[in-house]
Every structure is written in C-alpha cells, then in structure tokens.
C-alpha cells in the first residue's frame, strides 16, 4: 500500500515539476495569464477554444495560455498544483468544487460589478454561491432529462402519475420489456434524484439556515414514486447495457452526452427526450463547470475578463458547446436554441428550472456515502423510504453539524 | 566473528595489524559501487522513501491537498476506526477486501496450479496454450473490465447462458450484492497467468526420479498428487499465497472499472458490495478532500498486511516435504 501512495505522491512531485517548468512566460512585455481546462472533447472543439483565445488575445494585447488536461485527471492535478504553489490564474471548476475551493480561500471572489447577474440562468449562477457569495462564472450547464423509445411512448408522460402508468403499459404489453431504467442508489443515481424532489416543490437542504430537508415529504414521496416504478422495470432487464437504446426499456434517465452516442451507435432508434415528469411543478437538476480565479493569481483583472469574455452574449454559446454542455448565459442560449437538434431541446427548456446542488464544501461525501446508500436502501426493499431518507438525514446533520 | 558470511573465508593477511581486510572492493571500487547504484538509490529515496514517510507525516494531519495541512494527530486513526458518522462505509470496506481476499486467492491459486498441470502434461502445442493463459494478464484493465461487464449481462451475457444449460437462471452479476464478490474473484481467478506460469516452474523443478519412483511403487495419478507433487510445491505455493494475499486486500483497478463504466458513478456497485479498502481510500484522497484520512487508511492497511504475512510465515507450511 505504501507503494500506492509514494506513486500517488511521486506522481505530485512530478506534475508539481512540470507545471513550473511550463509556468514561465516567454513573451516579452505582454502579461501571460494561465488557464487550466480539460481536454478539448474533439478537434472541432479545440479549434473553438483557440479561436477564442486569439480573440481575446487581440483585443486586449495579451496573452492566454491554455493547460488542457483529461477530465478523469483534472481534480487531482489542479490540487497537486495549488499544494505546490503553482496554480494558474483561472481555470475550469466542476460545480460541487467551488464551495469547497471558496472554503478554503483557493479562489476568490466575483467582484462587484463585474457580470449582470439576470443574464444568466439561475440554477447555473447559483452554482457558484458559497455563503451567499459568487466565486465563480458559470460556464456551462448540463441536466437530465426523460429519454423515451417513440415506437414504445408516443407521448411522453409530463407528471409523475403519467409516467407510472406509462411505464406500467409498456411493462404489461409485453412482459420483457421494462418501463424505465430506474435510477440507482450510487453516487449518480444521487445527483439526479434532487431533480425530482425539485418536481415535487422540496429541496435537500437550505443552506442559509443550514437545515437539512430530505427527510420531508416531498423527498419521502420521490423515492416512493422510484420504488413505484421497480415493479414494472424489473433491475433484471434494465441492469442490461445500453437497454434503452437495445429497446429493452421504454424510457431512461439521462443526459445530452447520450444524444450523441445513441446516435452514433443505435441509428435505428426512434426517440426524442422531454422534460423530467414532475409532481407539483416543472424542475431539474444542474451539472457542469465554472470558471474560478485562484487567490495566488497576481491577474486577478484579466482572469475575470477572460471568464467575462467567454461567458458573454457573443463567445458562450461558442464555449459551452464545446465542453459538451449548454450556455449559461440566457442571451447565448437564445442562439443555440435556434440551432439545436429536437433532442437537445428539452434539456436547454429544462435547464430554466434546474436547481443548483447544496453548497455544502462536503457535497459529494453526503451524496457519495449517505444519500446514495439510503436511496439503494429503499430500491432494494430493506427500508421504507421514509425510514431510509430519516436515518440519512440525521447522519447528514451529524456529519455537518448542521443541529436541527 | 559476527559475521558468518565472512567467518567461513580464508583469512586475508591484513596488511596492518589491527585492521579487518575489507573483502573485495577498495576504497575507488565503492566509489564505483556506489555511483553503479545510484540511479536506484535515487529512484527509492526520491520516488518510494521520502513519499511513503511524507505520507506518513499526512497521516497525522487534516489535509485537502490545497491549504497547508494541520496536525490533528491520532485523530485520523482513532475516527476512522470509530467514527461512524464520518466514514460510515470504512469497516463495510474492510469486510469487502477481506471478504475479496478469502474468495479469490484459493479461487486463483486452485485455476493456476489446475492451469499449469494441463499445460504441463500436453506434449505438443504447450507454448501456445501457455501464452493463451497468460493474455489476461497483459490486457488492458479497461478492456477486461469492458468484456467481463458484457460476460455478466443480466440479459445477454454468456456466463447466464452458459448457466442456462444446467438449469440455473439468469442472476444478475454484478448487480446483486451478493453475487459482486464471487464475480470479481472470478475474474481474478481468469486473470492467474503469473501464478500459473510460477507454478510450471515448480512443476518442472520436480524431480522426475520421484515420480519414476511412486509409479514403480504402484502410486496412481491422485496418490502421486498428494504425496508428492503437493508437498514438493508447498514452497510455491506459500510464496504464491502471500503475494497474493497483499494483492488480493489492495485490489483497486478491476472494481473502479467494472462499476465506473457503466454506472458513470464509482461508489463501489450495490450497497457498496464492490467498495474494496483501496477504493474506499482512493474516494477519500481524491474526490472527498480527505488525503489525511487517506494516508492514515494506507498505513492501516500496511500494518494489517505486516500482521496477516508475518501470521502466515509463522503458521503455514512452507518447506517442501
């Protein structure tokens, strides 16, 4: 074992090394700024990134280094770099990491002043929030929706009660075919679940009064609806690869990522994606990246013009596209939505009633451990969901000292 | 003299009395010596030596890898073994490695040593049967995690066929919590090249004058087993034991593939069935901000593998018979 950490230091000091070397600017009077980001997704994506750069680059006489590291790596080699002391100015921050980055003053905070806030979505904004402060831009946004086979559902269900008995008539026609793969108790089955207890008018916490809240009814009533679901979605069908785009269940939940690969892979499936069916009102989850400015930047101005720049009416769209995501900018958005395939609309219209995760720096522990486990726990029948999401709520406040 | 490598050879004539002759090497030799082994003393000092006492040092700190760690002392220690509401899946990850090693070292080690007499009894076309066995080895973890995923499809895959045959239905591998262990084992259990290969090497370290012998005294094939092939392969199989005991409780890649694949999530499959100590450990280090903890669980886990080898050093057989 102690091999595996002297690699995983090892590993530290050599990324530590290149980064220095990297870090040093060649150009002569015009400031450098460092920004770290993952991987361009295709040659077509990088090609916008570099475009990009060269726009910024003219129009200030500057000069914009990119870092672009695989997603898998990216956490753990930007931690390996500030704990070596060359974090670069800016850089790309999945969103559950910036309350925890803003913690422990990583980065720093949006000046005043420096974005109009009504121009972006409010779920992607609020991603940014630790205590009630911005440390971030958004950059892009990315949720789930309900993916469904045309031939199986010729009308998506909208509410809750229409998605059961939607799932139940493809299940009773016939017997191998599952109505949806229901969600699981892991650590992604727990980042999609908030979505819906958003449909159902709840949350999970309240941050500002540090309460935690998924032990109420409409969280209680969520995980009934998903146990609901099992028996016409048998996990013997749905645990199957790819059963959605075998035909082997009706509907999934899943995100733009698989418009793509269905696509790609399963050409002869007919289907398109709505909404999540909801209980009281429209809503979804959030997921995506934001721009932050490390606090040993000394380009703390040029950094938030740079995330000024891709954030904006003109380059977000652009940018966002790229990362794989949607704009968070409502003026960009505009424009995608004119050019965007049918399947992908229902993501960009859901998107407007996405909530943001929990700002909580402990988030993806609480969903990781805690939540996931209890949602398994009613999934599986070895609890009730009310007796599963109490026991998980009281760990949560423990774990948080969160007291009431 | 102390040394006994030393006391058996012929005494030098000391140039000067008083003074021990230094046996082969002068003093321009060390200099050799030493510069020859550098390269290696460099690598274990900067790349082994020094991060395994950092991490220690980490050991005893609260660390997220961004600001400066501080010292907390036992505490990372004392809450991991007691602290529920912390690390709430620590003791379910020890169950499951452990639980992992019981299952999948006799699996691998029966596959091999069944692997290496079949290999070593044909005549013709060994070598080739020989490299068969061992391509699981060499394929990529991604690309075994990939096939074996497809293998245990609840719906297509060709173990649940196969099963079919003989009346059993269809289970879901890798879905049920109480399958997971048995189906990772057995994949550990294809993936026995090495110790196949280890234990052909015994095989053929046999003398053939023993087997003449058994033969000649009437031994049959099962006889012939357990008399004599057994006893003479006890030192392999000791050494095969051991290491893959200390491999078994650090098992980490196979789990993270198998169930990151798929799920896009990498919390361990069912109810945590799949959440091995290493992978429990990597969660903490890398995706809950926790690299104190982390480091303390790696020194758990060090001390726990001291005590369980030094355990089977002193209780299990290991001189052939």
Redesign the interface.
């Known amino acids: 074992?102690?091999?595996?950490?002297?690699?995983?230091?090892?590993a530290i000091?050599l990324i530590a090394g290149l980064t220095a070397c990297g870090g040093g600017s060649d150009a002569g009077d015009a400031p450098t700024l460092t920004f770290w980001m993952y991987q361009p997704r295709t040659p077509q994506a990088g090609q916008i990134y570099e475009d990009l750069r060269k726009g910024f680059e003219k129009a200030n006489n500057v000069k914009v280094k990119y870092v672009q590291i695989a997603k898998d790596d990216y956490?753990?080699k930007l931690?390996?770099a500030?704990?070596s002391g060359t974090a670069p100015d800016a850089g790309v921050l999945d969103q559950p990491l910036v309350s925890?980055?803003a913690l422990?003053?990583?980065t720093v905070e949006v000046p005043a002043g420096t974005i109009d806030e009504s121009a972006f979505y409010k779920g992607a904004l609020d991603t940014n929030l630790s205590e009630g402060k911005l440390f971030g831009l958004p950059l892009d946004q990315t949720t789930v929706g309900l993916f469904y086979n045309k031939k199986l559902v010729p009308t998506p269900p909208k509410t809750w009660d229409e998605l059961k008995a939607t799932a139940n008539q493809v299940h009773q026609a016939d017997s191998k075919i599952a109505g949806i793969v229901v969600p699981?108790?892991?650590?992604?089955?727990a980042w999609m679940w908030p979505g819906f207890v958003a449909g159902a008018g709840g949350a999970l916490t309240d941050d500002a009064s540090k309460k935690v809240l998924f032990d109420q009814q409409p969280a209680v009533d969520t995980l009934q609806m998903w146990v609901d679901l099992l028996p016409s979605s048998p996990?013997?069908?749905t645990?199957?690869?790819n059963?959605f785009a075998n035909g082997?269940a009706a509907m999934m939940i899943s995100g733009p990522w698989d418009v793509a690969t269905i696509k790609d892979q399963f050409p002869d499936l007919d289907f398109n994606v709505a909404p999540l069916p909801y209980k009281t009102e429209p809503a979804g989850n959030i997921g995506g990246e934001n721009g932050v400015v490390f606090s040993t930047s000394k380009n703390t101005a040029l950094a938030w013009k740079f995330l000024q720049y891709i954030t904006s009416d003109a380059n977000n769209a652009k940018f966002a596209d790229a990362f794989g995501g949607y704009p968070t900018n409502i003026k960009a958005a505009e424009q995608t939505a004119a050019t965007i395939e049918p399947q992908q609309a229902a993501f960009l219209e859901q998107l407007k009633v996405a909530h943001a995760r929990p700002a909580v720096?402990?988030w993806?522990?609480v969903n990781?451990?805690?939540i996931?486990?209890a949602l398994?726990?009613a999934l599986?029948g070895k609890a009730t969901p009310q007796e599963a999401l109490t026991e998980a709520a009281d760990?949560t406040r423990?774990?948080l000292g969160w007291n009431s | 003299m102390a040394n006994p490598v030393q006391a058996d050879r012929p005494a030098a004539t000391p140039d000067r009395p008083g003074r021990r002759p230094r046996p082969g090497f002068g003093r321009r030799d060390s200099i050799v010596g030493w510069l020859l082994i550098a390269p290696a003393l460099v690598y274990f000092v900067a790349f082994l030596l020094y991060p395994a006492v950092a991490a220690l040092y980490y050991s005893f700190t609260d660390w997220n890898l961004r600001s400066s760690p501080s010292w907390v002392g036992l505490a990372n220690y004392t809450d991991l073994l007691f602290d529920d509401v912390k690390y709430p899946h620590f003791w379910k990850s020890v169950q499951v490695s452990l639980m992992y090693t019981v299952v999948a070292v006799p699996l691998t080690l029966v596959a091999a040593l069944g692997q290496a007499l079949l290999v070593n009894a044909i005549r013709k076309g060994s070598n080739l049967f020989r490299l068969l066995l061992f391509l699981p080895v060499v394929t990529a973890e991604a690309a075994v995690g990939a096939i074996w995923r497809w293998l245990y499809d609840p719906q297509y895959g060709l173990i649940n066929v196969i099963l079919g045959w003989f009346g059993v239905p269809p289970q879901n591998w890798l879905n049920n919590p109480d399958l997971v262990i048995p189906a990772l084992a057995f994949i550990a259990a294809w993936q026995c090249g090495i110790s196949m290969i280890i234990y052909l090497a015994g095989l053929k370290g046999i003398p053939l004058s023993l087997r003449e012998a058994a033969i000649i005294d009437g031994a049959g094939p099962v006889q012939r087993f357990r008399k004599i092939i057994m006893p003479m392969l006890r030192p392999t199989t000791f050494y095969l034991l051991v290491t893959g005991v200390i491999a078994a409780l650090q098992v980490f890649g196979l789990v993270y593939v198998i169930f990151s694949a798929a799920n896009k999530s990498v919390t361990g499959g069912p109810e945590q069935a799949g959440l091995t100590y290493v992978l429990h450990l990597y969660l903490f280090a890398f995706r809950y901000d926790a690299m104190g903890a982390a480091c303390a669980m790696s020194f758990i886990l060090l001390v726990f593998i001291m005590i369980i080898t030094a355990l089977q050093f002193k209780f299990v057989k290991q001189e052939a018979a």
Do not use: H, W
């Open positions: 074992m102690s091999r595996k950490v002297a690699g995983a230091a090892a000091a956490n753990t931690s390996s500030i704990a925890r980055f422990d003053k990583t699981k108790g892991d650590g992604y089955g996990r013997q069908i645990d199957s690869d059963a082997l720096p402990q993806i522990q990781d451990e805690i996931a486990p398994e726990k599986s760990k423990s774990l």
